[in-house]
């Protein structure tokens, strides 16, 4: 094993840690910690034993296992952005509604606010 | 007031203290004061909701008379519209009119925009300025406003002369019906698409918009539609 593996897997050792301990103490869904944990494990098995890439990549017809390693993260990332742009979406929204929910309930707690002024001798 | 007795006079003169105002403003200290005091002298209720402005928008128009909502951080101009909307129909409002704050509609209009909807023609009145008069319109702004159009008609059916005015006028029910959830410039696109779905009665209405340098500085760049168009694709897409 050389310098590389050892950090990759120190990393995902990390990852898998705080992943697992996520799924456990409820910080994250089920299936979120699930696909962490298996993503975490996938990645370490493709580190340890970088010919089982080569098998999988050949089975798929795809000519490198370094290829289907790159194809596989291009795919996950794709994912990862796409979920973080929904959850992004929906805080946003959750954010105009808290904003919009403050600023009628201080409009309705203002008296000033109750009743619009009449409007100036001039009209 | 009584909406049916209202319909039946058909006046919209008779109607002014069910009508409600609402300005969306963001940074718009330098007009807003102006045109709260020209909607006042004829609208008695005007909401205006301050979106996050770093300027003194919420003291001038409050000091122009106007009931003031703000937003504590800038959220976009539709979500502004809908936090009116929801406030004037808390507030009782039977008829809720929108009104851009850079100054650029014209206060009278919005009596005709409300004579259809209180004579029962229909529930919801859009403000076109190509069926009336567009001021001083860049050529620039024409086009891109007509692709607008085009836009909204190939994506919600609506067949519209001016899809991006912001002078409106809803029936309470109307009103009750709609939600705008895309916060940003892309509301209008969302609105129409709303409209044209609920089943309610639409119809447009000659207004005049008066281009200024104020409110050309203050309006949408080509780049700036092109992402607003993608918002809105992605809110359908989405929702």
Redesign the interface.
Known sequence: MNGLQVLILAVLGILFVASLTALLRGWSSRKEGFVWCALCVLAAAATLWPQLTVKAAHALGIGRGADLVFYCAVVVMMIGFWMTY?RL?HL??D??RL??H???L???SSP??GA?????S?? | MNNSAMTQSGDPDQIRDTVFVVVPAYNEAACVGRVV?QL???Y???IV?DDGSSDETAAIA?GA?????????N?GQG?AI??GI??AL?RGAEYVVTFDADGQHDVADIRRLLEPIVRGRCDIALGSRFLGEALDLPASRRILLQLGVLFTRLTSGAKLTDTHNGLRAFRRRAAQKIEI?L?GMAHASELIDQIARSGLAYMEVPVTIRYTEYSRAKGQSSRGAVKIALHYLLGRV?R
């Open positions: 929904i979406r946003r929204r954010m105009t904003v919009r403050l600023a009628i201080e409009a309705q000033e606010q619009a002024r009449p409007p100036s001039s009209s | 005091e006042r002298r004829v008695p209720n005007v909701v409050r008379g106007a009931c003031v909502l703000r937003h504590a951080v959220r979500a809908q936090t929801e406030y808390q959830t916060d989405l």
